[in-house]
């Protein structure tokens, strides 16, 4: 069974950085996606890549700041957070999508599997 493994998080202040990671076994079978939760918030997508990496998707309010990668040799995507606001704090999921999904998985499909969240809080 795939299991994710979410990690990166941490404090840091406005206008600070944070990459966060999502490992698995057999990773490069899956689309995945990266979503948030704010605290008193519903769960929010940020964003999306392909198997492949070829293919990425943002959120309106991430669009600029944050990057989707992945290498799967290291079985691992990755979530790299530039000029961090105070309102991107909360928990961070990562979720497997099947390999069709592409990276539309902010359209409402529904994911395979999620990981247990990092907790990313931005604050001065």
């Known amino acids: 069974q795939l299991r994710l493994v979410e990690s990166g998080g941490g404090d840091v202040h406005p206008g600070g950085s944070l990459r966060l990671s999502c490992a698995a076994f057999?990773?490069?079978?899956?689309?995945i996606g990266w979503f948030r939760q704010a605290p008193g918030k519903g769960r929010e997508g940020i964003s999306c890549?392909?198997?492949?990496?070829?293919?990425?998707n943002y959120a309106d309010s991430v669009k600029g700041r944050f990057t989707i990668s992945r290498d799967n040799a290291k079985g691992t995507v990755y979530l790299q957070m530039n000029s961090l606001k105070p309102q991107d704090t909360g928990i961070y999921y990562c979720?497997?999508?099947?390999?069709?999904?592409?990276?539309?998985?902010?359209?409402?499909?529904?994911?395979?599997?999620w990981g247990q969240g990092t907790q990313v809080t931005v604050s001065s």
């Open positions: 979720a497997a999508f099947s390999s069709n999904v592409q990276a539309a998985c902010l359209a409402g499909n529904p994911a395979l599997t």
């Open positions: 057999s990773l490069e079978n899956y689309a």
């Open positions: 890549i392909s198997t492949s990496g070829g293919r990425t």
